[in-house]
């Protein structure tokens, strides 16, 4: 089975700042898809960024990027310029290449002091 | 954007009432899940739906709960007799047909059991 594993359960950060996320994950598969989520206060889970294992680039998304370490199993996420918008949990999650389910870590929460 | 629509946002039920949860996915998506988040806890995987059946379900989803997509646009979660445990949050999430590509996730309902 996959576990997917979020070492800081909290993490603050000034405003213009850059943070980085870790998250490592263990599977015996080769084949897989990375994700992280955001959950504002709100509640709804939005989707940062999207890593597929087989891609040795590391995605990025404007402020957003990861940095994907397939033989360590690790998948960080950096945010640069951090906002006040990006307080939030982050939610690591891992997809098995033609599994339906989600695999999700604790999270991180996130704040962005002004 | 098309979004996952949830209703309730809050359900209050009394233990060993039914529940049932309703989730309108994205319009043009094939697989459909439902997750839970108890307070403080990690996302959880309860199952997924594609091609009206059931294609994967956790240990999480025994007898007691079940999936319906009654009309071609609702997905529905029943939970036949609530227990104290069930009081969680509550994800409906769909995605589209290409394989990889991510869920999107609705609000959710907080269903708290008395």
């Known amino acids: 089975a996959q576990t997917v594993t979020q070492s800081q359960p909290e993490m603050s950060v000034q405003e213009a700042e850059t943070v980085t996320l870790s998250c490592t994950y263990d599977t015996s598969e080769s084949n897989y898809y990375l994700f992280w989520y955001k959950q504002p206060p709100s509640r709804q889970m939005i989707l940062v960024i999207r890593?597929?294992?087989?891609?040795?680039q590391n995605a990025t998304e404007n402020r957003f990027s990861v940095n994907f370490q397939k033989a360590a199993k690790s998948f960080s996420l950096k945010i640069s310029d951090s906002q006040l918008g990006d307080t939030a949990m982050y939610f690591c999650a891992f997809m098995n290449f033609g599994n339906e389910k989600l695999t999700f870590g604790t999270g991180t929460r996130l704040t962005i002091i002004p | 954007e098309p979004e996952v629509t949830q209703t309730p946002s809050h359900q209050v039920t009394q233990m060993g009432q039914e529940v049932i949860l309703r989730c309108v996915p994205i319009s043009n998506h094939l697989y459909f899940y439902w997750y839970r988040q108890i307070l403080g806890q990690k996302v959880e995987f309860l199952v997924s739906?594609?091609?009206?059946?059931?294609?994967?379900k956790s240990e999480i989803f025994d007898d007691q709960f079940s999936v319906e997509r009654p009309d071609g646009s609702n997905f529905t979660l029943k939970i036949r007799s609530t227990k104290l445990e069930d009081s969680a949050m509550y994800f409906c999430a769909s995605r589209a047909g290409r394989a990889g590509q991510p869920q999107h996730f609705g609000d959710g309902t907080r269903l708290s059991i008395l």
């Open positions: 739906f594609y091609n009206n059946e059931i294609s994967e």
């Open positions: 890593q597929e294992a087989y891609k040795q």
